[in-house]
């Protein structure tokens, strides 16, 4: 199983950009890289998907170097309403067992 | 397209009884999962399943039991419940969305206490 890495908590104001990195060293070839970001009380819910290169969806972009070995969740200009907690994930459908890892504690102050 | 549903939200049990946490998916995924998640922590995984009649254990099953008799249903149940069990329990179908990403679709999750 793929295992990811991410910074325990970060901090930021409104209208900043943030950008959370995920390591995963054993990723697969066949493994996409997935971002999710949870509030209190709900559960995780779908940000942003990507293989490899870059990404650009209406919330996000993710980056993914060559290698793959790494990636990058951009959030531009976040607000009050982006504290919470983003996990990224790593595999595919054909990856039976999705595990979490601990996930970034992410704290937007005005 | 109601998504995941998860029934009950609330529940308090007492140690030693049991109990089924229901999961429904109506979006024809296959892959169903089960995760538990403590206060503060990240999501653990208990059971997962890849289809109908088919189940595997994830990466915390002791004290669980999962069936998969429909790809619709799968159900979670507690047996024994003890007070290491007291979490949020979350179910989630893994399917392709409108964009064609590979996506984890989780229910509003089940809070369960046990004193």
């Known amino acids: 199983l793929a295992k990811t890495t991410q910074p325990i908590s970060m901090d930021s104001y409104e209208g900043q950009e943030v950008n959370i990195t995920c390591s995963h060293n054993?990723?697969?070839?066949?493994?996409?890289i997935t971002w999710y970001q949870q509030f209190p009380s709900q559960g995780p819910r779908f940000i942003i998907q990507?293989?490899?290169t870059k990404v650009t969806n209406e919330v996000a972009s993710l980056f993914i170097p060559a290698d793959r070995k790494s990636s990058t969740l951009s959030l531009p200009r976040v607000s009050l309403s982006d504290t919470a907690v983003y996990y990224c994930?790593?595999?595919?459908?054909?990856?039976?067992?999705?595990?979490f890892g601990s996930g970034t504690r992410l704290q937007v102050q005005p | 397209n109601a998504g995941v549903t998860q029934t009950p939200k609330f529940r308090i049990l007492k140690i030693g009884q049991s109990m089924t946490l229901q999961c429904t998916q109506d979006?024809?995924?296959?892959?169903m999962y089960w995760y538990r998640q403590d206060p503060g922590m990240g999501l653990k995984l208990i059971y997962y399943?890849?289809?109908?009649?088919?189940?595997d254990k994830g990466e915390v099953p002791n004290g669980y039991n999962v069936s998969r008799s429909t790809t619709e249903d799968f159900p979670l149940r507690l047996e024994l419940a003890a007070p290491s069990q007291t979490s949020v329990y979350f179910c989630?179908?893994?399917?392709?969305?409108?964009?064609?990403?590979?996506?984890?679709?989780f229910g509003a999750g089940s809070r369960l206490t046990v004193l």
């Open positions: 994930l790593v595999g595919y459908t054909g990856r039976r067992a999705l595990t």
């Open positions: 054993n990723i697969a070839t066949n493994d996409y």
């Open positions: 990507g293989y490899k």
């Open positions: 979006m024809n995924h296959n892959y």
């Open positions: 399943s890849v289809g109908a009649g088919i189940t």
């Open positions: 989630a179908s893994n399917g392709r969305d409108s964009s064609g990403a590979n996506v984890l679709t």
